[in-house]
């Protein structure tokens, strides 16, 4: 028996070596994991047949099944899939460490910051205590009030050198250290998900801004990059290096000469005269600083300079430190004396806030740096098959045209037009022969001509209005005038376009093509659909091709300026395509509540406010009172017009008038989206033939009541202010449309304009049909008969979508009509959005 067993345990034994052999366990040679690793390379899921067809052409796989060849191709794409999610999660290791580590250096600065105002402030007491004059004591001064450099000789490499030192200790101390009474940037956290950690200065000469965050690029790429300032900076025009000489250290001073763009037509231009130190410090950081220079050394050309007002550079400048295992950590502070002085009163908060240079300069250069990164690592996708390169040089070159010809320098051959200092409507002209060549010029028989202006508005946020202007150009542009500009592109012709019988369908598609990562900025294609009613102009464009930037529209986003720039362009969309810029910029003013009481000054240009009533009709809130001063912003409207010289007057009297058509439209727009236009306790009408938000919230609520048996609102009042304010902040999506062929919306509460992306004026254009989606539409259908019979339905969740493409969910949507009390007639259906949110 026992042998018996021992024989049994053997054959046992024998059978499973004989199964792994068959087909658990495979000893590959070189040469066959080097022949598997080519399919693989190729294709690393390979189908039966081609495992099979492996194995015939391959003779040294002859000897493995095509079930081993599966295996094996299975472990490799596990193997894969854990080599990258092991980089992956190295990198993102990295990333939290080195942020670790920027967050506790931040901290550590904080610290230090409340020790020197623990210091002050002990200091600031015992004086009070002692009421003895107070002594000058530098302990606790700022670094900013260090001996002036311009005392120093300039012109030879010792005095060159000395500034730079000095610049660099300032700039280092403003950098990392307590120089500045730096304070958090509204509306930027830090994190490690954030772009950066970002700071404004709270009391200190001229105004600054700084930054820290981590960058995925090598220090000498962002040094390259950040010192090609016009390639991030939309508002620097140029940079000239005068001189550059060795410091000694290693380092290079350099000798700078900048010009900045005046953002609106009612200031001038700004320039500065600067140096640039270049070095790299003991630790191993890099560092480039510059400051203003003044009293000594070689300026530019003062002819150049004459549109120019010079403006001062405290030390400011990039500190950047490599990271282990790749990427840096980079500081930037950005510290102005922009000479506030030389602009209307009206706009100087907008050259004294911290938080306009923070927007421009600032957090623009941590968000280009952080663009390049992504866009060489292939994180960013784009439309059309372009480059991200190519499209960033299509912002940047509209951009440019736009402040162009808000500008209109000499130097660039712009002269005004018979301005006798009472115009409205300012009309420059570059003629062709005066124009530079270069991809931004049309080749012209006559010239170029802008028509500009600026206003001011109240109480409308720049992004709301930006994002209208977008959204709806049949209600500014003119169509006619899209089709002459489509036109002059296409056969250079430039006849006067008059009133020709050409239509607007009302059909606007935009083609997205790509956007910033943070979306702060986006580049598209609009096309219009129009057609030409009559055969003799069969030359102007049915379709016309606009390329458009739009950008500034986050809400809050403070300090950010708002634009939409567009300019005609072929359809074909070349690399090479000729640009003419034209648009709108809305620069919000950052006030004082000291400034509600001022009076604004005459300004020529300020005329066309005269018409736009603006601030609250009613007096029962004093949030509304505050909103006056802290909701103030400069429109500025530039449109470029091709022109031939014999037909150049009649250009000029068509752009005066069109800018004032549109500027028109854009007052009438301002009314209906300001606050005052919007706040449930005005109770405007909603349009012609409406009742008031007063009298149909009323209705809402009372036909919910009446159909559902529950109350829509939950609030103790029943006056009809507070019964409207309670509908308008109510969390769900509430909008009304109305019953006639085609269903058009006529209301919507806070929440239903933000699920739309839209405004009220801007709600009157979207049918019904337009947000649902196919399930939506049929759900919608097949209760209808439901609703007019019963008065209410419940639609079941889904996908509905915002004027802007964006999809959105929702729990369930309540359908009910609403009566007007006074007739006893359905007056409309109203919808409400359950818990919906962005998808």
């Not at 700004?270 to 191993?284: A, I, K, S, V």
């Not at 004093?622 to 001063?629: D, E």
């Not at 269903?743 to 304009?753: D, E, I, K, R």
């Not at 989606?773 to 079941?796: V, W």
């Amino acid at each position: 028996m026992a042998m018996v067993a021992h024989h049994h345990r053997e054959s046992s034994s024998g059978s499973i070596n004989k199964h792994l052999d068959a087909g658990k366990y495979v000893r590959y040679t070189a040469e066959q994991v080097e022949a598997l690793e080519r399919v693989y390379a190729e294709c690393p899921k390979p189908s039966s047949l081609r495992r099979q067809q492996l194995i015939r052409e391959c003779p040294i796989l002859s000897n493995i099944e095509p079930k081993q060849i599966k295996v094996w191709f299975q472990n490799r794409r596990c193997r894969e899939k854990q080599r990258k999610e092991s980089t992956r999660l190295q990198s993102v290791n990295r990333k939290l460490n080195a942020m670790n580590k920027l967050l506790m250096e931040e901290n550590d600065r904080l610290q230090k910051q409340v020790s020197q105002l623990v210091c002050e402030n002990g200091y600031m007491r015992q004086q009070l205590h002692t009421a003895a004059p107070p002594t000058t004591d530098g302990s606790c001064e700022s670094a900013v009030t260090t001996p002036q450099h311009t005392l120093r000789d300039a012109s030879n490499p010792a005095g060159l050198l000395s500034i730079a030192e000095e610049t660099l200790a300032e700039f280092l101390s403003k950098a990392t250290g307590t120089a500045v009474d730096w304070v958090q940037m509204p509306g930027m956290k830090p994190g490690p998900g954030s772009v950066g950690i970002f700071a404004i200065s709270q009391s200190c000469t001229g105004v600054a801004a700084r930054a820290c965050g981590l960058v995925s690029l090598e220090p000498i790429k962002i040094a390259e990059i950040l010192k090609d300032r016009p390639s991030w900076f939309r508002e620097c025009r140029s940079t000239e290096v005068f001189t550059m000489c060795p410091a000694g250290n290693g380092g290079t001073i350099e000798l700078l000469y900048t010009q900045t763009y005046a953002p609106t037509t009612l200031a001038p231009a700004r320039d500065f005269w600067t140096l640039r130190y270049t070095t790299t410090l003991e630790n191993g950081s890099l560092v480039i600083c510059e400051r203003s220079l003044s009293g000594t050394g070689a300026g530019p050309n003062a002819a150049a300079a004459s549109q120019f007002v010079r403006a001062e550079m405290l030390p400011s400048g990039y500190l950047i430190r490599p990271c282990e295992g790749g990427g840096s950590i980079i500081h930037i502070v950005d510290h102005l004396n922009l000479e506030a002085w030389s602009v209307p009163e009206v706009l100087r908060p907008l050259y004294e806030s911290s938080k306009v240079v923070a927007q421009k300069m600032t957090i623009a250069a941590l968000r280009y740096i952080r663009q390049i990164a992504q866009e060489t690592s292939g994180e960013v996708v784009y439309g059309l098959g372009r480059q991200p390169a190519v499209l960033r040089t299509f912002s940047q070159r509209l951009s440019r045209g736009f402040n162009d010809a808000i500008n209109g320098f000499n130097d660039d051959g712009w002269s005004l037009l018979n301005c006798d200092g009472a115009e409205d409507v300012i009309i420059a002209i570059s003629s062709a022969k005066n124009m530079a060549a270069g991809s931004n010029t049309l080749s012209m028989v006559g010239g170029v001509l802008c028509a500009k202006a600026s206003m001011l508005l109240q109480n409308v946020p720049p992004a709301v209005m930006v994002r209208f202007l977008r959204e709806h150009r049949s209600e500014w542009a003119d169509f006619n005038v899209d089709a002459y500009l489509a036109a002059s592109l296409k056969t250079n012709t430039y006849a006067y376009p008059g009133m020709r019988p050409t239509r607007f369908t009302g059909s606007q598609i935009i083609m997205p093509l790509g956007h910033t990562i943070e979306q702060e900025e986006a580049l598209e294609v609009i096309r219009l659909e129009g057609h030409s009613v009559s055969h003799e102009d069969a030359y102007m464009p049915r379709d016309i091709h606009l390329l458009q930037m739009c950008s500034g529209v986050d809400e809050n986003a403070e300090g950010a300026s708002s634009e939409l720039v567009f300019a005609p362009i072929d359809e074909m969309f070349p690399d090479d395509a000729q640009l003419l810029p034209s648009g709108f910029r809305i620069i919000p003013l950052d006030s004082k509540p000291g400034d509600l009481q001022d009076s604004l000054p005459s300004h020529k240009t300020l005329d066309l406010t005269s018409s736009l009533e603006v601030g609250p009709t009613t007096s029962n809130s004093t949030k509304n009172a505050t909103a006056s001063y802290t909701a103030r912003s400069i429109l500025t409207i530039a449109f470029q017009f091709p022109f031939e010289s014999n037909l150049q007057d009649n250009v000029a009297t068509m752009a005066r008038q069109y800018v004032r058509t549109v500027v028109s439209s854009v007052q009438r727009v301002a009314m209906a989206i300001s606050p005052s236009g919007l706040s449930p306790t005005v109770g405007p009408k909603l349009s012609p033939g409406s009742p008031e938000a007063l009298t149909l919230a009323h209705w809402i609520c009372q036909s919910y009541s009446y159909h559902l048996g529950a109350e829509l609102l939950t609030t103790d009042s029943t006056s009809s202010e507070s019964v409207l304010k309670t509908l308008w902040h109510h969390q769900d999506a509430i909008l009304c449309c109305s019953l006639k062929a085609v269903p058009v919306f006529t209301f919507a509460n806070q929440a239903g304009l933000d699920m739309l992306e839209t405004t009220l004026v801007a709600l009157q254009d979207i049918t019904l049909d337009k947000i649902f989606d196919d399930s939506g539409r049929k759900a919608l259908f097949s209760e209808f008969a439901k609703i007019m019979q019963q008065g209410f339905a419940h639609l079941p969740g889904g996908i509905c979508m915002s004027t802007m493409g964006r999809h959105i969910s929702y729990e369930q949507a309540i359908v009910w009509k609403v009566f007007a009390a006074e007739e006893n007639a359905v007056h409309c259906l109203a919808f409400s959005f359950v818990n919906w949110s962005f998808v």
